[in-house]
């Protein structure tokens, strides 16, 4: 199990290995974007627009390092960019959260082109204690959901740009 602290940095290959393949719950998304190209909407002055397309998301505010995340019903993160790539790669580590029994989280967004827009995978990875862990198993098919429904709104915003 990996604890995350505000002192505790990985390198990035050793976080990419936690993230596939040792944390206790991970899953992933694929959704084909049609909106052509997607820029790297988590990077830069990006992040103001999140609430206006990521449903959990009420507003994030920068940080030194990355972002403090406030979530609907009254969750927040404040979470570290490991990885910035435009156009390829998005990937964030929790430093602290408000959410009993998480210990650990991770996401990475993945894009790339096909012949009609974007295909965006966005894999999360997190811990925790018992309670949490099995909290997370059954809220699977919502997550899913929210991102499915995140995503037709991300494709508005861009298709209106």
């Known amino acids: 199990m990996l604890y995350i602290s505000e002192t ?18 991970s899953f992933n998304t694929l959704v084909g974007v049609v909106a052509g190209s997607v820029p790297n909407f988590h990077v830069g002055t990006g992040f103001e627009q999140w609430p206006d397309w990521f449903v959990p998301v009420v507003k994030v505010v920068p940080t030194r390092d990355g972002y403090q995340v406030h979530l609907r019903g009254g969750g ?72 499915r429904t995140s995503m037709r709104l991300l494709d508005r915003k861009l298709l209106a740009a």
Request: aromatic fraction near 12%.
């Open 8 to 25: 505790s940095y990985l390198s990035l290959p050793t976080a990419h290995a936690w993230l596939t393949s040792v944390a206790a719950t």
């Open 76 to 147: 927040q993160f404040w979470e570290t960019v490991l990885a910035a790539d435009p156009d390829e790669r998005y990937a964030v580590r929790m430093d602290r959260t408000n959410i009993l029994g998480m210990t650990a989280l991770m996401e990475e967004w993945r894009m790339s082109p096909t012949a009609t827009g974007t295909r965006l995978r966005w894999t999360i990875a997190t811990d925790g204690n018992p309670v949490y862990r099995a909290a997370v198993r059954m809220s699977l098919p919502g997550f899913a959901r929210t991102f």
